[in-house]
């Protein structure tokens, strides 16, 4: 926009600038011609009277004046009588007078001819060429019946002196208009950057807005649209806030109730001994516990929406060990395998949000058993992206159950969508969106993936700790998934 606003600024003056200097230079250049050939042929008049006396005096005079001319002017004086011979002996003749059209019109016609040597401005002489007639009233215009041309006088006049006046007339105006647009280019960056201000400001805030930061204001300084637009970011911010307070404070009152429920059933279920009271009893349990899981995962979500925390270095493949460590008894007890492999003993550390790893591993992981068959295995691994992508860590988790069709991995990241495990039990459908704003506020990406000879990768790209805070801009694509 600054640059834009500068250049548009430098073309109005540059405009400007040609609009007022050009003319005044062509008119300039054009007063230069004329009073240069008015002078001339003020001149060669004077001698042409001189040649048309016809006296000796007079001829001596002309010789004179015609010598004084040359020493004290770039101009040169060439006579001819009208037999075509040297009409003042000193002086030269013309080369070639009888081929030379404009020495044959003042002869024959009495026309003065003026040669500027070129179309454009002028050429490296001006030749100019005129009729003398017999008697003390030459030159005075065409030949009547009683007046006889006897010669004719030509002045040669070089141009290089004009040439040099020209420069210094165009150059001495180029230098100015160059002057005037650097000041105006400097001028108009001042002015661009201060009309500007506000703008940046809006940008500045709308970036922050980007990364949700929701406390982004502008200066109260600025024009009076940004005083509106803070007071609708305020709205927002307060609205967005309130929300995640009622989230947050609603999934936690609610996991008291709902404990004490649980405790109350499974009171009831020890002290029944008819089958089917049991069973109701049972699936009403089942109904609590998948209630308690869905109003964690609400806390949980409200609670990473909200970013209380930056990303800091963290061991990746030590913080991996440690949650499989806490997840194997689970998968024992099904006879489930979880292997773990990596591409370096101490691994590379990684940005990651205070706790934010341990929920993604642990939803992801959860996920992967719901939907694993007995005595299957899941694969977890930690390699690095290459010299390229160094920026990336990928942290991969491969199940052999059922995996996903491309529809169901296009909707696998959307909140409430609940994929049906082999245990015959359904999720809450917050874990893999979790997995994604845990992710993506880290500043990571995720996605999902067919994994090689079936079941499900879920493939996490994260920032390493030497990159700093920048944001991976690289997300990916369709995926997006559910628990």
Not at 194 to 223: C, E, I, Y
Not at 327 to 346: L, M, N, S
Request: negative net charge.
């Amino acid at each position: 926009m600054i640059k834009r606003l500068i250049v548009s600024y430098v073309a109005l003056v540059a405009v400007a600038l040609a609009a007022f200097t050009v003319p005044v230079a062509f008119t300039l250049t054009a007063q230069l011609r004329g009073e240069t050939e008015e002078s001339v042929r003020r001149e060669a008049t004077t001698m042409a009277l001189l040649l048309g006396d016809g006296d000796e005096p007079a001829r001596q005079a002309l010789a004179r004046m015609a010598g004084a001319y040359a020493d004290e002017t770039p101009g040169t004086v060439e006579v001819v009588a009208a037999d075509g011979r040297s009409a003042v002996p000193p002086l030269p003749l013309p080369a070639s007078p009888a081929g030379d059209r404009a020495i044959g019109d003042a002869l024959r016609r009495g026309v003065t001819t003026v040669d500027w040597g070129s179309r454009l401005v002028w050429g490296p002489e001006l030749v100019l060429t005129v009729p003398v007639y017999e008697g003390r009233h030459a030159a005075r215009g065409p030949a009547g019946e009683e007046e006889r041309i006897v010669g004719a006088v030509r002045i040669r006049y070089a141009t290089a002196d004009l040439t040099d006046r020209l420069w210094r007339i165009w150059g001495f105006r180029a230098i100015l208009a160059i002057g005037v647009l650097a000041v105006a280019a400097g001028l108009g960056a001042v002015v661009a950057r201060l009309l500007t201000k506000p703008l940046r400001q809006l940008n500045d805030m709308a970036s922050r807005f980007g990364d949700s930061d929701l406390t982004a204001r502008s200066p109260v300084t600025g024009p009076r649209e940004t005083r509106t637009l803070n007071q609708g970011a305020e709205r927002l911010d307060t609205l967005v806030a309130s929300q995640r307070i009622f989230v947050a404070d609603a999934s936690h009152q609610l996991r008291t109730p709902l404990t004490a429920l649980r405790l109350a059933l499974d009171n009831i279920a020890d002290g029944v001994d008819d089958d089917f009271v049991r069973e109701d009893v049972d699936q009403a349990t089942a109904e609590v516990v998948r209630m308690s899981r869905l109003v964690s995962g609400l806390l949980v979500l409200a609670r990473a929406e909200a970013k209380v925390a930056a990303p800091e270095p963290l061991a990746l493949r030590e913080l991996v060990e440690d949650r499989l460590n806490v997840w194997r008894p689970a998968a024992d007890e099904r006879g489930v395998t979880i292997a773990f492999t990596g591409t370096a003993e101490e691994g590379p550390r990684v940005l990651a949000g205070p706790g934010n790893l341990d929920q993604v591993l642990d939803n992801i992981l959860s996920n992967a058993l719901e939907v694993s068959p007995d005595r299957g295995t899941i694969t977890v691994r930690v390699e690095a992206c290459g010299p390229e992508e160094a920026v990336l860590e990928v942290l991969e988790v491969l199940d052999q159950g059922p995996g996903m069709s491309a529809a169901e991995q296009a909707r696998a990241f959307d909140r409430f969508w609940r994929g049906q495990g082999l245990t015959g039990r359904t999720g809450s459908g917050l874990g893999l969106a979790i997995v994604k704003q845990l992710v993506t506020d880290d500043g990571g990406r995720v996605a999902l993936r067919d994994a090689p000879g079936g079941g499900l990768c879920v493939r996490i790209g994260l920032r390493t700790a030497a990159e700093g805070p920048r944001r991976i801009s690289s997300r990916p694509g369709p995926p997006r998934s559910g628990g």
